[in-house]
């Protein structure tokens, strides 16, 4: 399915999903200039890297990469841009990679929004339409999540989505940033707990 901004401009892309405010579409090459102003915001990147700032050349060679592969088991991206569904504004993206290339048993649920996205339910909606698309049509039998255990905002998308705290664990960070020393947490949800709340 292709899809039309507000101002008409024709994406002439595949639509990976659609919810009631947000479009998920595959990345681009085009998409580049949207990536570096997301990471580059130090507050979006507070929770991955401290805060420094992004650069072009890292967006060109490792992140826009690894934004666009495919994953044999699912026939698809694992990871999507976000867009307002009314404007074509991006927004961000959006992780439902599987944790294993050939198989789609297990996928880690994931967001990073810009700042202007905050607050307004778009994390929660996508990351709620991928579980469903997940467990309904990709053959997902897990969703888990991971993030900083200082990371309120984002603990609090993953309980809205469903998913349930699992555990406190703790990681060797590469550079150590401010919260880091709380450790990490992970959440998950299983389809049959999913279908059970339905």
Request: glycine share 10%; hydrophobic share 35%.
């Amino acid at each position: 399915m292709a899809h039309s901004t507000a101002d008409g401009e024709d994406r002439g892309m595949d639509v990976f999903l659609e919810t009631e405010r947000l479009v998920l579409r595959p990345f681009t090459d085009a998409d580049a200039d949207h990536l570096f102003a997301l990471d580059d915001d130090p507050e979006v990147m507070r929770f991955i890297n401290g805060g420094r700032p992004a650069d072009h050349e890292t967006i060109r060679t490792r992140v826009l990469p690894r934004l666009l592969r495919d994953y044999p088991c699912f026939g698809t991206r694992g990871y999507w841009a976000g867009e307002e569904k009314a404007t074509g504004t991006f927004l961000g993206w959006f992780e439902f990679r599987p944790l294993d290339d050939h198989s789609p048993a297990v996928v880690e649920l994931g967001y990073r929004l810009n700042r202007a996205a905050w607050g307004r339910g778009y994390a929660t909606e996508g990351s709620r339409a991928l579980v469903g698309k997940g467990f309904t049509d990709l053959g997902v039998e897990r969703v888990v999540a991971n993030t900083m255990a200082v990371n309120t905002r984002s603990r609090r998308v993953m309980e809205k989505v469903g998913l349930s705290f699992l555990r406190n664990f703790t990681e060797d960070w590469p550079e150590a940033i401010e919260g880091s020393e709380h450790g990490e947490v992970e959440y998950g949800l299983t389809r049959a707990d999913w279908r059970q709340r339905r």
